[in-house]
Protein backbone atom coordinates (compact mmCIF):
# COMPACT_ATOMS: atom_id res chain seq x y z
CA UNK A 1 0.00 0.00 0.00
CA UNK A 2 0.88 3.58 -1.01
CA UNK A 3 1.79 6.09 1.83
CA UNK A 4 -0.59 9.21 1.72
CA UNK A 5 2.48 11.52 1.97
CA UNK A 6 3.80 9.96 -1.31
CA UNK A 7 3.16 11.86 -4.58
CA UNK A 8 3.98 8.81 -6.92
CA UNK A 9 6.19 5.83 -7.23
CA UNK A 10 9.77 6.41 -9.08
CA UNK A 11 10.52 2.13 -8.00
CA UNK A 12 8.97 -0.56 -7.18
CA UNK A 13 10.42 -2.97 -5.28
CA UNK A 14 10.66 -5.54 -7.66
CA UNK A 15 12.22 -2.73 -9.59
CA UNK A 16 14.90 -1.92 -7.21
CA UNK A 17 15.10 -5.45 -6.84
CA UNK A 18 16.39 -6.44 -10.19
CA UNK A 19 19.04 -3.48 -10.10
CA UNK A 20 20.35 -4.49 -7.15
CA UNK A 21 21.18 -8.26 -8.72
CA UNK A 22 22.55 -6.33 -11.16
CA UNK A 23 24.97 -4.62 -9.68
CA UNK A 24 25.83 -7.14 -7.68
CA UNK A 25 26.53 -9.24 -10.46
CA UNK A 26 28.73 -6.38 -11.46
CA UNK A 27 30.67 -6.03 -8.40
CA UNK A 28 31.68 -10.26 -8.37
CA UNK A 29 32.73 -10.02 -11.57
CA UNK A 30 34.90 -7.06 -11.63
CA UNK A 31 36.52 -8.89 -8.10
CA UNK A 32 36.47 -12.24 -9.55
CA UNK A 33 40.13 -12.18 -9.90
CA UNK A 34 41.19 -10.52 -6.38
CA UNK A 35 42.06 -13.05 -3.76
CA UNK A 36 40.97 -10.13 -0.85
CA UNK A 37 37.95 -9.89 0.78
CA UNK A 38 36.16 -6.96 -0.47
CA UNK A 39 35.46 -4.59 2.48
CA UNK A 40 32.11 -3.02 2.00
CA UNK A 41 31.65 0.20 4.09
CA UNK A 42 28.14 1.36 4.32
CA UNK A 43 27.18 4.76 5.04
CA UNK A 44 24.49 4.47 7.44
CA UNK A 45 21.74 5.68 7.68
CA UNK A 46 20.65 6.06 4.46
CA UNK A 47 22.29 2.97 3.05
CA UNK A 48 21.19 0.24 5.71
CA UNK A 49 18.30 -1.22 3.19
CA UNK A 50 20.15 -0.68 -0.10
CA UNK A 51 23.65 -2.34 1.74
CA UNK A 52 22.33 -5.67 2.91
CA UNK A 53 20.28 -6.42 -0.20
CA UNK A 54 23.62 -5.65 -1.81
CA UNK A 55 25.98 -7.35 -0.16
CA UNK A 56 23.87 -10.63 -0.49
CA UNK A 57 23.87 -10.36 -4.23
CA UNK A 58 27.78 -10.27 -4.30
CA UNK A 59 29.27 -13.29 -4.89
CA UNK A 60 32.46 -12.77 -3.46
CA UNK A 61 33.51 -13.08 0.12
CA UNK A 62 33.13 -9.64 1.86
CA UNK A 63 33.60 -7.82 4.74
CA UNK A 64 31.11 -5.48 6.33
CA UNK A 65 31.96 -2.31 7.92
CA UNK A 66 29.76 0.65 8.93
CA UNK A 67 30.40 4.60 8.91
CA UNK A 68 27.76 6.66 10.14
CA UNK A 69 27.51 10.46 9.03
CA UNK A 70 24.86 13.39 8.44
CA UNK A 71 24.88 16.53 6.09
CA UNK A 72 21.41 16.89 6.26
CA UNK A 73 19.92 16.35 9.52
CA UNK A 74 16.34 17.29 9.43
CA UNK A 75 16.51 20.09 6.65
CA UNK A 76 15.95 18.98 2.81
CA UNK A 77 19.57 20.60 2.21
CA UNK A 78 22.85 19.74 2.65
CA UNK A 79 24.09 21.60 4.97
CA UNK A 80 27.73 21.22 3.39
CA UNK A 81 29.40 20.01 6.61
CA UNK A 82 29.80 16.20 6.74
CA UNK A 83 29.56 14.94 10.38
CA UNK A 84 30.98 11.87 11.02
CA UNK A 85 29.62 10.08 13.81
CA UNK A 86 30.63 6.62 13.88
CA UNK A 87 34.19 6.07 11.80
CA UNK A 88 35.39 2.71 10.49
CA UNK A 89 36.06 -0.20 13.00
CA UNK A 90 38.96 -1.84 10.78
CA UNK A 91 41.82 -0.28 9.15
CA UNK A 92 41.67 -0.16 5.41
CA UNK A 93 45.33 0.24 4.64
CA UNK A 94 45.92 -2.63 1.62
CA UNK A 95 42.23 -3.33 1.27
CA UNK A 96 39.92 -3.54 -1.24
CA UNK A 97 36.82 -0.89 -0.33
CA UNK A 98 33.55 -0.60 -1.72
CA UNK A 99 31.70 2.61 -0.12
CA UNK A 100 28.13 1.99 -0.48
CA UNK A 101 25.08 5.12 -0.41
CA UNK A 102 22.04 5.12 -1.30
CA UNK A 103 22.25 8.47 -2.81
CA UNK A 104 24.50 11.12 -4.20
CA UNK A 105 22.78 14.50 -4.27
CA UNK A 106 25.35 17.65 -4.18
CA UNK A 107 28.14 14.66 -3.71
CA UNK A 108 29.30 16.56 -0.53
CA UNK A 109 29.25 13.48 1.61
CA UNK A 110 30.90 11.01 -0.81
CA UNK A 111 33.49 13.75 -1.98
CA UNK A 112 34.53 14.10 1.88
CA UNK A 113 34.60 10.19 2.35
CA UNK A 114 36.54 9.39 -0.32
CA UNK A 115 39.27 11.98 0.24
CA UNK A 116 39.04 10.71 3.71
CA UNK A 117 39.39 7.41 3.79
CA UNK A 118 42.13 7.49 0.59
CA UNK A 119 44.43 9.26 2.70
CA UNK A 120 44.25 5.58 5.07
CA UNK A 121 46.24 3.74 1.68
CA UNK A 122 43.37 1.07 0.81
CA UNK A 123 44.31 -1.28 -2.00
CA UNK A 124 41.63 0.18 -4.08
CA UNK A 125 38.65 2.63 -3.09
CA UNK A 126 35.17 2.41 -5.43
CA UNK A 127 31.95 4.35 -5.12
CA UNK A 128 28.51 2.46 -5.43
CA UNK A 129 25.33 4.19 -4.87
CA UNK A 130 21.79 3.54 -6.00
CA UNK A 131 21.07 6.99 -7.04
CA UNK A 132 22.62 9.36 -8.36
CA UNK A 133 21.30 13.17 -8.89
CA UNK A 134 23.77 14.28 -11.39
CA UNK A 135 21.46 18.21 -11.35
CA UNK A 136 21.98 19.06 -7.99
CA UNK A 137 26.20 17.77 -7.88
CA UNK A 138 28.03 20.93 -6.58
CA UNK A 139 31.43 18.73 -6.26
CA UNK A 140 31.96 15.87 -8.55
CA UNK A 141 32.46 12.63 -7.77
CA UNK A 142 33.04 9.35 -9.86
CA UNK A 143 30.71 6.95 -9.16
CA UNK A 144 31.81 3.32 -10.31
CA UNK A 145 28.82 1.57 -9.77
CA UNK A 146 25.26 3.39 -10.17
CA UNK A 147 21.83 1.83 -9.81
CA UNK A 148 19.82 4.80 -11.49
CA UNK A 149 20.22 8.11 -12.00
CA UNK A 150 17.25 10.67 -11.10
CA UNK A 151 15.66 13.95 -11.78
CA UNK A 152 15.73 16.72 -8.54
CA UNK A 153 13.04 15.52 -6.96
CA UNK A 154 12.95 14.78 -3.30
CA UNK A 155 12.65 10.95 -2.58
CA UNK A 156 12.17 9.01 0.52
CA UNK A 157 11.85 5.11 0.94
CA UNK A 158 13.95 2.12 0.36
CA UNK A 159 16.49 3.91 3.56
CA UNK A 160 16.08 7.12 2.41
CA UNK A 161 14.20 9.44 4.54
CA UNK A 162 12.86 12.80 5.22
CA UNK A 163 13.33 13.74 8.95
CA UNK A 164 14.46 10.45 9.57
CA UNK A 165 10.63 9.01 8.39
CA UNK A 166 9.77 7.00 5.42
CA UNK A 167 13.03 4.84 5.64
CA UNK A 168 11.04 1.68 5.70
CA UNK A 169 9.19 2.02 2.53
CA UNK A 170 9.67 -1.08 0.23
CA UNK A 171 9.89 1.41 -2.66
CA UNK A 172 11.33 4.59 -3.35
CA UNK A 173 8.56 7.50 -4.02
CA UNK A 174 8.39 11.25 -4.76
CA UNK A 175 7.61 13.09 -1.29
CA UNK A 176 4.36 15.52 -1.54
CA UNK A 177 5.37 19.23 -1.32
CA UNK A 178 2.39 19.54 1.33
CA UNK A 179 4.70 16.90 3.68
CA UNK A 180 7.88 19.59 4.16
CA UNK A 181 6.88 23.27 3.19
C1 LIG B 1 21.86 11.65 2.68
C2 LIG B 1 22.14 10.45 1.80
C3 LIG B 1 23.60 10.61 1.47
C4 LIG B 1 23.76 12.11 1.38
C5 LIG B 1 23.74 12.56 -0.05
O1 LIG B 1 22.32 11.38 3.99
O2 LIG B 1 21.92 9.25 2.51
O3 LIG B 1 24.42 10.08 2.47
O4 LIG B 1 22.65 12.67 2.09
O5 LIG B 1 23.77 13.95 -0.14
P1 LIG B 1 25.03 14.78 -0.66
O6 LIG B 1 25.51 14.13 -1.92
O7 LIG B 1 24.43 16.13 -0.92
O8 LIG B 1 26.06 14.80 0.40
P2 LIG B 1 21.88 12.24 5.26
O9 LIG B 1 22.92 13.26 5.55
O10 LIG B 1 20.48 12.72 5.05
O11 LIG B 1 21.92 11.19 6.46
P3 LIG B 1 21.12 9.79 6.50
O12 LIG B 1 21.85 8.85 5.60
O13 LIG B 1 21.20 9.36 7.92
O14 LIG B 1 19.73 10.06 6.05
MN1 LIG C 1 23.26 9.26 4.13
MG1 LIG D 1 18.91 11.76 5.34
Not at 105 to 128: E, F, N, V, W
Not at 147 to 169: P, S, T
Amino acid sequence: MMSEDIERICFSADEIRTRVQELGAEIARDYKDASETVYCVGILKGAAIFFTDLVRAIAHPVAFDFMIVSSYGEATVSSGQVKILKDLDFSIEGKHIILIEDIIDSGTTMHYLKQMLQARKPKSIKICALLSKPSRRVVPVEIDYLGHEVEDEFLVGYGLDYAEKYRNLPYIGVLKRSVYE
